[in-house]
């Protein structure tokens, strides 16, 4: 024992004379630095070296700035070793670079894409030409499997490979094997008494999967999801009066082979409370009778939680309108466990007025900044307006060109009296694009090509352009709106068209009608949801005689001549109110527009209604109503012209008859359309089986009704209009929405055309 310890001594004594060796080996006596030497460079600057030096020529030098120096230039990331050596009174900066990375590649990756990997590493430092760091590359390694793990592939793989190369460099390659998903068979919860596991069950998300499964992904495990979906469980307690819900666990097991997920979530369900009254406190700026209100809060009824928070939340809104950004409302509970009531105490402090500073757009990668702040009835430098955030929200939603619009109010650090506003934005596609050709004994070769782009270059301006070659079905139409033709918000829309329709050669004849017109409108909003139009057009209609020329035709071109031309103004007036643009689930769509026919070859009148009103049943149900009545006449004497003539039949009106093949037919049999219409649509939009709660496809029942008709026509009941019922599917797919509809008639009569399977894409009812 005595000797491992004088072992010992001897050993620490040597340790500590070698590290004072060492320092005096590293110790100079400050001098005068008269030139200074960078020996190493390859590609970085000398300029870069010199400005991380805390000294310069003619200033004197010692071991603190010797020490400073080299803590900055390996503070640069640059350099994987930094000496300084004294020749003199010449001091060598003596440095090796690190290694740049040359490429970086990924292979086996098929879950992602490879350049929004890129991207991601460019964003952690790791991208072509910048210094090859082995840490960061451990870290986008991590990091890397880590998204493979939110996307439940939990058996994922990783290998880094770095590969130097001539000139200082190396390719960085991500070797990736992805493994397969790792699903979720089984879910339960415990605990639960007042409910049953499959009714609480159906509120997730999450799911052991089904025959959409594929397209949902919704038994792929996900921490964010299962976070959501216990939120949801926990709201549906809290809404029902359970005011003590918990949540006591939640339990997530993987099975050996990484393939098998199991969900248990515990609960503790409480005692369900009744509400036995609500009383405010605090400062309500002398309106406590406007807040009284808005307290949705209701004695006598069991504890909602939803209730409570819509009342928080309409109180801090009101505070909004007066520019209270930061005022506090707690809804204090006061409990009666003997009784299991409860009472509710508001208390409320407005704290301080305020006002936004800045105004932020996120998310928005394709829209211009201008396309969602004009848009916006809250100003920068203004006080905050709760109301006017929350129309600015609607109105940006409304455009139509997002799937998710929110707002996020931050307070300004070291500000007392000023929030940023950032508007949160995910883009959808809205373009649609259709290219065809094709050949046929009666057209020869024919050539398709449309295109319509509501956001043409992020733009917000809307441009569509359709041209068909066929011989029966000739037409070139351009359309162009721009939503803010002056800087008020007047609109401008600019139509052309050129048509020529021809029979089939199968029909027999050879006659054509050629249509041709341009017309130009105007919206001038009023408020913030009612918006007027009016323009003015030019259109002419010539009728090239020949054999087989249908009744309709013949009689029109009798009365009007060959070749008619119409000068009409259009006035028009639109309300929407609705709450989305793409998927509405509540509120109402109302538009009013009519021609009147001033001058020219034809005179005329005519007056369009259309309304249609979102009621949301719940989160998942909502009922769905359309009406539409049309009414048009000629004046002067003369009948309604022709190609004036309103149509029915097929999606956007009734479905299960042929698309415009209701309603007068000439003796050959030519559907001919009508000055009058009438449609009645109703359907109950509801979750697609299968696909959980997603929006963006639904299933719908509906029922339709409707019919155009002669002028001389008078609607007494319902004997003269159609009906169907079926059944239909809505998807918001990336070339826009698309519906499909089974309809089985349940009013027809002979000689309609029913067809029972129809298909469109943008069409609302």
Not at 13 to 37: K, N
Not at 596 to 605: L, S
Not at 717 to 746: E, F, H, K, N, Q
């Amino acid at each position: 024992m005595q000797k491992q310890l004088t072992r010992f001594k001897v050993r620490a004594v040597c340790a500590i004379a070698s590290l004072f060796l060492a320092h005096s080996a590293w110790a100079v006596d400050p001098f005068t630095v008269r030139d200074i030497r960078v020996e190493g460079l390859q590609r970085v600057e000398p300029g870069t070296i010199f400005a991380s030096l805390p000294f310069r020529v003619g200033e004197t030098y010692n071991d603190d700035k010797g020490s400073t120096a080299i803590r900055a230039l390996f503070g640069l990331g640059l350099f994987k070793d930094v000496r300084l050596e004294v020749s003199g009174d010449v001091l060598v900066v003596i440095v090796e670079e690190r290694p740049t990375v040359a490429e970086v590649d990924f292979l086996g990756t098929k879950e992602f894409d490879k350049e929004v990997l890129k991207k991601a590493l460019r964003e952690a430092g790791i991208a072509d030409g910048q210094p090859f760091d082995k840490a960061l590359a451990d870290k986008a390694e991590q990091e890397l499997k880590r998204q493979y793990i939110n996307k439940s592939l939990y058996g994922v793989e990783v290998v880094t490979t770095v590969t130097p190369i001539e000139r200082n460099r190396v390719n960085l390659t991500f070797s990736v094997v992805e493994g397969d998903v790792a699903k979720i068979k089984e879910i339960h919860i415990t605990g639960n008494k007042a409910f049953s596991e499959s009714r609480l069950l159906g509120l997730f998300d999450l799911d052991t999967g089904g025959w959409l499964s594929f397209y949902t992904k919704s038994d792929r495990y996900s921490r964010t999801k299962l976070n959501a979906d216990i939120e949801t469980l926990r709201s549906y307690y809290l809404a029902r009066g359970y005011l003590e819900f918990k949540i006591d666990s939640t339990q997530v097991a993987i099975s050996p082979d990484k393939q098998s997920i199991a969900i248990t979530v515990n609960i503790t369900e409480g005692e369900r409370f009744v509400v036995s009254g609500i009383k405010l406190e605090g400062n309500y700026l002398g309106k406590e009778e406007e807040f009284k209100s808005l307290v949705t809060i209701k004695a006598g009824e069991p504890y909602n939680a939803d209730a409570v928070a819509e009342t928080s939340k309409a109180f801090t809104d009101y505070f909004g309108t007066f520019g209270y950004a930061f005022a506090k409302v707690e809804a204090t509970p006061e409990i009666d466990r003997v009784n299991n009531r409860v009472a509710f105490v508001m208390q409320a402090e407005p704290s301080r007025r305020a006002y936004v500073r800045r105004i932020n757009v996120a998310g928005n990668n394709r829209t211009r900044d201008e396309v969602v702040r004009r848009e916006f009835r809250q100003f920068e430098s203004s006080w905050y307006d709760g109301d006017k955030i929350r129309l600015s929200r609607d109105r940006v939603d409304r455009l139509g060109f997002f799937t998710d619009v929110n707002v996020e109010t931050q307070e300004v650090t070291g500000t007392a009296d000023q929030v940023d506003v950032t508007v949160n934005v995910a883009e959808k596609p809205t373009g649609n694009l259709q290219l065809g050709a094709g050949y046929s004994s009666a057209d020869s070769v024919s050539v398709l090509f449309g295109i319509k782009q509501e956001n043409v270059f992020g733009s917000g301006n809307y441009l569509g352009i359709e041209l068909n070659t066929s011989r029966s079905n000739r037409q070139l139409v351009l359309n162009t709106i721009d939503p803010y033709f002056t800087a008020d918000g007047i609109s401008r829309s600019i139509d052309v068209y050129d048509r020529t329709s021809k029979p089939l050669s199968g029909q027999g004849g050879d006659y054509a009608l050629k249509t041709r017109g341009a017309s130009i409108r105007f919206g001038v909003p009023f408020t913030e949801t009612d918006t007027v139009y009016f323009g003015t057009g030019y259109e002419s209609l010539t009728i090239v005689r020949g054999t087989n020329l249908p009744t309709s035709y013949a009689d029109y071109a009798n009365t009007f001549g060959d070749r008619s031309n119409s000068i009409p103004l259009t006035v028009g007036w639109s309300r929407d109110s609705r709450d989305s643009a793409i998927v509405p689930t509540s509120g109402r769509f109302q538009r009013v527009y009519g021609d009147w026919g001033i001058a020219g070859d034809i005179r005329f009148v005519r007056a369009n209604y259309q309304i249609q009103q979102y009621i949301p049943l719940n989160k998942q149900f909502t009922i769905a109503l359309n009406g539409e009545l049309g009414w048009g006449k000629g004046l002067k004497g003369q009948p309604y012209p022709l190609f004036k003539n309103y149509y029915s039949g097929g999606l956007g009106s009734v479905r299960g008859f042929q698309q415009g093949s209701l309603g007068p037919k000439d003796s050959s049999e030519l559907s001919t359309g009508g000055p009058k219409k009438l449609t009645l649509n109703a359907e109950l939009v509801a979750p697609f089986p299968g696909a959980g709660n997603d929006r963006t496809l639904r299933v719908y029942g509906f029922v339709d009704a409707g019919n155009v008709f002669k002028d001389t026509y008078r609607l007494n009941g319902p004997d003269g209009l159609r009906a169907s019922t079926g059944l239909g599917i809505s998807w918001i797919s990336p070339v826009g929405p698309l519906r499909i509809a089974y309809a089985v008639p349940l009013r027809k009569q002979a000689g309609d055309k029913i067809e029972r399977l129809q298909f469109q894409i943008g069409t609302s009812f």
